[in-house]
């Protein structure tokens, strides 16, 4: 993003968790991405880091049929040939101070590098790792640390994984990954919104009807039932991805692209949403839990019945908020934000309701039909798209909405980056502007937790749903009360 910032020539990107899902389905593909694109610095070197003991050949086999059995006939050998010389490995418990004495060794070996360390591993061993890479001498003012999601479960654990990391790091080298925000259609939303004077006045309450964020699922909890049933809807999409998605739409101009202008203005946001506590939460929010139904045609079990579920589980698989920004630009403007498994469709998209021409010259039928929105789409497919009314060739005025891509993929020779590809580069480049700061992130669980307190408090159980629909009736309630109705329903 902003001026093109060049990749350190020298850099060691240890990868704790390398062995894992995460580092073989997402980041070593994405580095071997980067490096077909001639991206990547000129001498880096990849260590995985795990706990099995591995050579550097094993692990890098293993790497390659895992990669290879992911990405099947997109696999390419030739450029896997390229990547494997800068893979490495070394065998490390992060609960044993001793067995990190080898990666010590091999990192101090080249004291010249930059170094990133990428934690790729359950929460709980981040703050043993950062002590122990403290103990060795490991951290240097060149060193940067990546931290992957979930960051606690709430305000009082965030704050000990920030405290325990923020002991050996400083804030400006810590990269909390939020990667709905390496998003190609996210940074062009920002490229839509401020650098082009069109948008700006249509920007707010005057002009805007209201704003709908989903981030929906297809599949149910799969084989993650025993980490699901403990986290949620809201703690797994909602107080990370949606809150985000919903500070880059509707912050102020930031003075510069440059990190902290950005975050200052998203953390704004977040301090301005108006709290929902009390009796506002059975108003202004929906849990749901889906019940059996059918997902891409075949019969499918509901929550209570999947595998590693508590039978009287209340987790929600499900939320959608009304939420209120409470500042000049926003007043009365309602965010509807929404998150499910066993949907109809994969979706993440941003839709922004323009309100309606004052008097319609064309008669009912095309003030009814409400025809200016954005459609800033992320999943299944990458667009942004204008929505708008034209009429329709021939001998009559007839109106029909129409869209126009904004997205000008065609415009562009370059590809498109995927979001951990972008991430990775912004974190080798050391640009933080992607990534959440700790203030945004305590802001947004003081925001859901309030919420979350109600639900446990309430005798209420979560509103069933039928998998494979978008939820239960009182989320189309939510936005009925104002007159509204989600996109897809309209
Ligand atoms: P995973 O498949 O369970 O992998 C965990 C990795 O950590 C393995 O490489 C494991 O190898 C290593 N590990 C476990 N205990 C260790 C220890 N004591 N010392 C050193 N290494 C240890 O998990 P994952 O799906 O890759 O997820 C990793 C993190 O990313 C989690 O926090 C997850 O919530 C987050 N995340 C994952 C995804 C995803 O798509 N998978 C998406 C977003 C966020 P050994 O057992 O050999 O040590």
Same mark, same amino acid.
């Given at each position: 993003?902003?001026?093109?910032?060049?990749?350190?020539?020298?850099?060691?990107?240890?990868?704790?968790?390398?062995?894992?899902?995460?580092?073989?389905?997402?980041?070593?593909?994405?580095?071997?991405?980067?490096?077909?694109?001639?991206?990547?610095?000129?001498?880096?070197?990849?260590?995985?880091?795990?706990?099995?003991?591995?050579?550097?050949? /094993?692990?890098?086999?293993?790497?390659?049929?895992?990669?290879?059995?992911?990405?099947?006939?997109?696999?390419?050998?030739?450029?896997?040939?390229?990547?494997?010389?800068?893979?490495?490995?070394? #065998?490390?418990?992060?609960?044993?101070?001793?067995?990190?004495?080898?990666?010590?060794?091999?990192?101090?070996?080249?004291?010249?590098?930059?170094?990133? %360390?990428?934690?790729?591993?359950?929460?709980?061993?981040?703050?043993?790792?950062?002590?122990?890479?403290? /103990?060795?001498?490991?951290?240097?003012?060149?060193?940067?640390?990546?931290?992957?999601?979930?960051?606690?479960?709430?305000? =009082?654990?965030?704050?000990?994984? !920030?405290?325990?990391?923020?002991?050996? %790091?400083?804030?400006?080298?810590?990269?909390?990954?939020?990667?709905?925000?390496?998003?190609?259609?996210?940074?062009?939303?920002?490229?839509?919104?401020?650098?082009?004077?069109?948008?700006?006045?249509?920007?707010?309450?005057?002009?805007?009807?209201?704003?709908?964020?989903?981030?929906?699922?297809?599949?149910?909890?799969? +084989?993650?039932?025993?980490?699901?049933?403990?986290?949620?809807?809201?703690?797994?999409?909602?107080? !990370?991805?949606?809150?985000?998605?919903?500070?880059?739409?509707?912050?102020?101009?930031?003075?510069?692209?440059?990190?902290?202008?950005?975050?200052?203005?998203?953390?704004?946001?977040?301090?301005?949403?108006?709290?929902?506590?009390?009796?506002?939460?059975?108003?202004?929010?929906?849990?749901?839990?889906?019940?059996?139904?059918?997902?891409?045609?075949?019969?499918?079990?509901?929550?209570?019945?999947?595998?590693?579920?508590?039978?009287?589980?209340?987790?929600?698989?499900?939320?959608?908020?009304?939420?209120?920004?409470?500042?000049?630009?926003?007043?009365?403007?309602? %965010?509807?934000?929404? *998150?499910?498994?066993?949907?109809?469709?994969?979706? =993440?998209?941003?839709?922004?309701?323009?309100?309606?021409?004052?008097?319609?010259?064309?008669?009912?039928?095309?003030?009814?039909?409400?025809?200016?929105?954005?459609?800033? #789409?992320?999943?299944?497919?990458?667009?942004?798209?204008?929505?708008?009314?034209?009429?329709?060739?021939?001998?009559?005025?007839?109106?029909?909405?129409?869209?126009?891509?904004?997205?000008?993929?065609?415009?562009?020779? +370059? #590809?498109?980056?995927?979001?951990?590809?972008?991430?990775?580069?912004?974190?080798?480049?050391? !640009?933080? *502007?992607?990534?959440?700061?700790?203030?945004?992130?305590?802001? /947004?669980?003081?925001?859901?937790?309030?919420?979350?307190?109600?639900?446990?408090?309430?005798?209420?159980?979560?509103?069933?749903?039928?998998?494979?629909?978008?939820?239960?009736?009182?989320?189309?309630?939510?936005?009925?009360?104002?007159?509204?109705?989600?996109?897809?329903?309209?």
């Amino acid at each position: 993003m902003g001026t093109r910032m060049q990749a350190v020539p020298e850099l060691d990107l240890v990868i704790f968790g390398g062995t894992g899902d995460l580092a073989m389905r997402k980041l070593l593909p994405a580095l071997m991405r980067l490096q077909q694109d001639e991206l990547l610095p000129a001498r880096l070197r990849v260590i995985g880091v795990a706990r099995e003991p591995l050579t550097q050949a /094993a692990f890098q086999a293993l790497a390659h049929d895992r990669i290879a059995s992911y990405q099947g006939k997109h696999f390419d050998p030739a450029g896997w040939d390229r990547f494997v010389g800068h893979i490495d490995y070394a #065998r490390v418990d992060a609960t044993d101070a001793a067995s990190f004495d080898d990666l010590a060794q091999r990192l101090q070996a080249e004291p010249q590098r930059d170094r990133v %360390f990428y934690l790729s591993t359950a929460p709980r061993l981040f703050s043993t790792i950062c002590d122990q890479l403290a /103990a060795k001498g490991l951290i240097t003012e060149r060193s940067r640390v990546v931290l992957e999601k979930p960051l606690g479960h709430d305000l =009082a654990s965030s704050r000990d994984i !920030n405290d325990a990391v923020g002991g050996h %790091f400083g804030e400006q080298q810590i990269y909390r990954i939020d990667h709905y925000l390496g998003k190609e259609p996210v940074q062009n939303l920002l490229a839509l919104r401020f650098g082009n004077a069109l948008f700006e006045p249509l920007w707010r309450r005057e002009s805007v009807r209201d704003v709908q964020i989903t981030v929906s699922e297809e599949l149910g909890v799969e +084989s993650r039932g025993d980490f699901y049933d403990q986290v949620g809807a809201m703690r797994d999409m909602v107080q !990370n991805h949606l809150l985000q998605l919903l500070c880059i739409v509707a912050m102020e101009p930031p003075a510069s692209i440059s990190a902290d202008a950005v975050r200052d203005e998203k953390l704004k946001i977040l301090r301005a949403l108006r709290p929902i506590e009390g009796a506002d939460v059975a108003h202004k929010t929906v849990r749901g839990q889906y019940r059996a139904g059918a997902s891409g045609g075949k019969p499918v079990p509901g929550y209570l019945e999947e595998e590693r579920i508590k039978p009287d589980s209340t987790t929600e698989t499900f939320v959608a908020i009304r939420a209120e920004i409470d500042t000049w630009r926003w007043a009365g403007v309602p %965010f509807f934000l929404r *998150t499910g498994k066993r949907m109809p469709q994969r979706v =993440a998209e941003i839709v922004v309701n323009f309100r309606s021409v004052p008097h319609s010259i064309f008669g009912q039928s095309a003030e009814s039909m409400n025809p200016n929105r954005m459609v800033i #789409r992320m999943q299944p497919d990458e667009k942004v798209e204008l929505h708008l009314l034209a009429k329709q060739p021939g001998d009559v005025m007839n109106l029909q909405p129409v869209h126009l891509n904004l997205d000008f993929s065609q415009s562009f020779k +370059s #590809r498109s980056l995927e979001a951990y590809e972008r991430l990775l580069m912004d974190v080798m480049r050391g !640009n933080l *502007t992607l990534f959440v700061r700790r203030d945004e992130q305590e802001a /947004a669980w003081r925001w859901v937790e309030p919420i979350m307190n109600a639900w446990k408090a309430s005798t209420d159980k979560p509103k069933p749903y039928t998998a494979g629909t978008w939820g239960p009736a009182a989320s189309s309630a939510l936005l009925g009360r104002d007159g509204l109705a989600w996109h897809e329903e309209i």
